[in-house]
């Protein structure tokens, strides 16, 4: 490793990354290979991991780039509130890609900032990275993806990637000292609630809970997964909490900036009564895998979980539900008073 190299890694680790490493330009050429056996096991996929083709071939978009400085950071750290685990998951509450406010997001620009002084022509992504950060932080040893398809450093899979392309020569690659995944453990595959991760390093997009509360599940009423989504309603944490590697990595010491605050907003109940400015202008920014446009679908996120876990309570918010203004949320509220067979209230009883 050279001066330069080891400059740059030595900031990254005193900005609070856990881990930095810098690799060649050329070392993303073997993420093709692994983005076909993706789509041969499972042809479905084609449509979406075609679109990550060009993180193999870099120099196409970025001719001037010659490295890429990769970065891991642990958000394990932070306190979850307890009646949110298990109905967002925790990334999802402490990202700090878009969060001004949060350390990380300016530790992060403060990093580059470092670099651009140093002479270094930078460029990044910071919402879903510029390269396949998971392969890029393989390739530069700061850890092992396990079955579950997670990156684990030492902090086990809590932790947040971040690269930049640079248009320096430089390489920093470690050893990673983690055992693998014992051979016969497939706690994660086994837990999978619908079956998503059906085999070691592999998982189909379109029946993930965390895809099916985001950026699949548009039609709730008749997704052939509903049931197993359970209660979740942003993401889901399955198969990272039940991964034996991250038994004890959560390590709450620090309050993300706003999360306890945003939390009290947060319950079943609440989601149905919000009003669709607070969705579009406090959740949205917030969670932003759903768009502004489509924030109907916490509406009929929370109508599902309630469904899957049906109180008594429940029930005047899902009839609630059939006067609001956005049609899915209605059609979705009627599904569920015929699924769990309810009746209204008739004046005069409890």
Same mark, same amino acid.
């Given at each position: 490793?050279?001066?330069?190299?080891?400059?740059?890694?030595?900031?990254?680790?005193?900005?609070?990354?856990?881990? &930095?490493?810098?690799?060649?330009?050329?070392?993303?050429?073997?993420? *093709?290979?692994?983005?076909?056996?993706?789509?041969?096991?499972?042809?479905?996929?084609?449509?979406?991991?075609?679109?990550?083709?060009?993180?193999?071939?870099?120099?196409?978009?970025?001719?001037?780039?010659?490295?890429?400085?990769? &970065?891991?950071?642990?958000?394990?750290?932070?306190?979850?509130?307890?009646?949110?685990?298990?109905?967002?998951? #925790?990334?999802?509450? $402490?990202?700090?890609?878009?969060? /001004?406010?949060?350390?990380?997001?300016?530790?992060?620009?403060?990093?580059?900032?470092?670099?651009?002084?140093?002479?270094?022509?930078?460029?990044?992504?910071? #919402?879903?990275?510029?390269?396949?950060?998971? %392969?890029?932080?393989?390739?530069?040893?700061?850890?092992?993806?396990?079955?579950?398809?997670?990156?684990?450093?030492?902090?086990?899979?809590?932790?947040?990637?971040?690269?930049?392309?640079?248009?320096? /020569?430089?390489?920093?690659? /470690?050893?990673?000292?983690? #055992?693998?995944?014992?051979?016969?453990?497939?706690?994660?595959?086994?837990?999978?609630?619908?079956?998503?991760?059906?085999?070691?390093?592999?998982?189909?997009?379109?029946?993930? $809970?965390?895809?099916?509360?985001?950026?699949?599940?548009?039609?709730?009423?008749?997704?052939?997964?509903?049931?197993?989504?359970?209660? %979740?309603?942003? +993401?889901?944490?399955?198969?990272?909490?039940? &991964?034996?590697?991250?038994?004890?990595? %959560?390590?709450?010491?620090? *309050?993300?900036?706003?999360?306890?605050?945003?939390?009290?907003?947060?319950?079943?109940?609440?989601?149905?009564?919000?009003?669709?400015?607070?969705?579009?202008?406090?959740?949205?920014?917030?969670?932003? =895998?759903?768009? #502004?446009?489509? $924030? %109907?679908?916490?509406?009929?996120?929370?109508?599902?979980?309630?469904?899957?876990?049906?109180?008594?309570?429940?029930?005047? =918010?899902?009839?609630? @539900?059939?006067?609001?203004?956005?049609?899915? $949320?209605?059609?979705? @509220?009627?599904?569920?008073?015929?699924?769990?067979?309810?009746?209204?209230?008739?004046? +005069?009883?409890?």
């Amino acid at each position: 490793m050279n001066l330069l190299a080891e400059q740059i890694k030595n900031t990254a680790l005193s900005m609070g990354y856990e881990k &930095c490493g810098i690799i060649k330009i050329s070392d993303m050429s073997g993420y *093709e290979e692994k983005l076909n056996e993706r789509i041969e096991r499972i042809p479905a996929t084609k449509p979406y991991y075609e679109g990550f083709y060009p993180f193999a071939h870099l120099q196409d978009t970025y001719p001037w780039a010659k490295s890429i400085v990769i &970065c891991a950071r642990q958000y394990g750290k932070y306190h979850i509130p307890d009646h949110l685990e298990g109905l967002i998951a #925790k990334y999802y509450l $402490v990202d700090s890609r878009r969060d /001004e406010n949060s350390e990380d997001f300016q530790d992060s620009l403060k990093f580059e900032a470092y670099m651009q002084e140093l002479g270094i022509k930078t460029a990044t992504e910071r #919402k879903f990275g510029i390269t396949a950060l998971r %392969w890029a932080a393989l390739k530069a040893g700061l850890g092992i993806v396990r079955k579950n398809n997670f990156f684990y450093t030492d902090s086990g899979s809590w932790v947040h990637l971040e690269a930049w392309l640079i248009d320096k /020569e430089l390489e920093s690659v /470690e050893i990673p000292k983690l #055992k693998k995944c014992p051979e016969k453990c497939n706690l994660c595959i086994k837990s999978c609630p619908t079956s998503s991760l059906s085999e070691p390093y592999t998982m189909n997009r379109s029946s993930c $809970v965390s895809c099916l509360t985001t950026f699949e599940g548009w039609d709730l009423p008749h997704e052939k997964f509903n049931d197993e989504m359970g209660g %979740w309603v942003f +993401g889901c944490d399955v198969c990272q909490n039940v &991964c034996p590697m991250n038994k004890g990595a %959560w390590n709450a010491t620090e *309050e993300f900036p706003g999360l306890s605050e945003l939390s009290k907003h947060i319950s079943l109940e609440k989601i149905l009564k919000m009003d669709y400015t607070f969705l579009e202008n406090v959740m949205q920014p917030k969670f932003w =895998y759903i768009e #502004k446009h489509n $924030v %109907w679908r916490w509406k009929t996120n929370a109508i599902n979980a309630m469904v899957n876990d049906y109180k008594e309570q429940y029930r005047e =918010y899902i009839f609630y @539900a059939c006067k609001d203004s956005n049609a899915k $949320v209605r059609e979705m @509220a009627e599904w569920a008073i015929q699924k769990l067979n309810l009746l209204p209230h008739k004046p +005069g009883t409890s």
